[in-house]
T-cell receptor, first 115, second 118 residues
Framework: ETGVTQTPRHLVMGMTNKKSLKCEQH?????MYWYKQSAKKPLELMFVYNFKEQTENNSVPSRFSPECPNSSHLFLHLHTLQPEDSALYLC??????????????FGPGTRLTVT | AQTVTQSQPEMSVQEAETVTLSCTYD???????LFWYKQPPSRQMILVIR??????QNATENRFSVNFQKAAKSFSLKISDSQLGDTAMYFC???????????????FGKGTLLTVNP
């Protein structure tokens, strides 16, 4: 369970705060993902990075800003969030290449509460 | 666009018994992959089992097996000899085979909460 780590595990922030979520993968993968998990809804893919380049932005509001400085680290910068943004934010990584297993490895998530 | 439907929000089973979780999907793709992921309470999501659509043989992993019916677009998970540690949310997920250079994106169902009772 230490292949993908996320910090912090819990975060409470006001609507005017700025905070960042961090994800680190120790698996040598080349792709990283941010998902939003809300109760009674399917996991929603937010962003995809492949070799540090953002290849997918799934119509995510600009108050969420991703950053991928290298293939091992992924950040999600948060500012002026809304209460409906409260959710579990999951990071995942995979090795995206022909012949790979296509398995995504998930981190434990950051439980975000916006007050 | 692909959709994944899990019609059972919650299920329960007695320890040592067998339980089957349902999943259906909708796609026009002919080449794709299907997955079952498990998310235990307050723990990380992990892959349980994987099925390639071009393989007719159902995948098995120890006590976990699938019933893949491609024509019916059905992908159910059977858990035999249920254990207390199997208590978790189970997510069915779909991935179409990507074009060269594209990403491997998962589409998830809403999940089924399975409780194994002693």
């Amino acid at each position: 369970e230490t292949g993908v780590t996320q910090t912090p595990r819990h975060l409470v922030m006001g609507m005017t705060n700025k905070k960042s979520l961090k994800c680190e993968q120790h698996l040598g993968h080349n792709a990283m993902y941010w998902y939003k998990q809300s109760a009674k809804k399917p996991l929603e893919l937010m962003f995809v990075y492949n070799f540090k380049e953002q290849t997918e932005n799934n119509s995510v509001p600009s108050r969420f800003s991703p950053e991928c400085p290298n293939s091992s680290h992924l950040f999600l910068h948060l500012h002026t969030l809304q209460p409906e943004d409260s959710a579990l934010y999951l990071c995942a990584s995979s090795q995206d290449q022909a012949g790979a297993s296509y398995e995504q490895y998930f981190g434990p998530g950051t439980r975000l509460t916006v007050t | 666009a692909q959709t994944v439907t899990q019609s059972q929000p919650e299920m329960s089973v007695q320890e040592a018994e067998t339980v089957t979780l349902s999943c259906t999907y909708d796609t026009s793709e002919s080449n794709y992959y299907l997955f079952w992921y498990k998310q235990p309470p307050s723990r990380q999501m992990i892959l349980v089992i994987r099925q390639e659509a071009y393989k007719q043989q159902n995948a098995t992993e120890n006590r976990f097996s699938v019933n893949f019916q491609k024509a019916a677009k059905s992908f159910s998970l059977k858990i035999s000899d249920s254990q207390l540690g199997d208590t978790a949310m189970y997510f069915c997920a779909f991935m179409k085979h990507p074009p060269r250079g594209s990403n491997y994106k998962l589409t998830f169902g809403k999940g089924t909460l399975l409780t194994v009772n002693p």
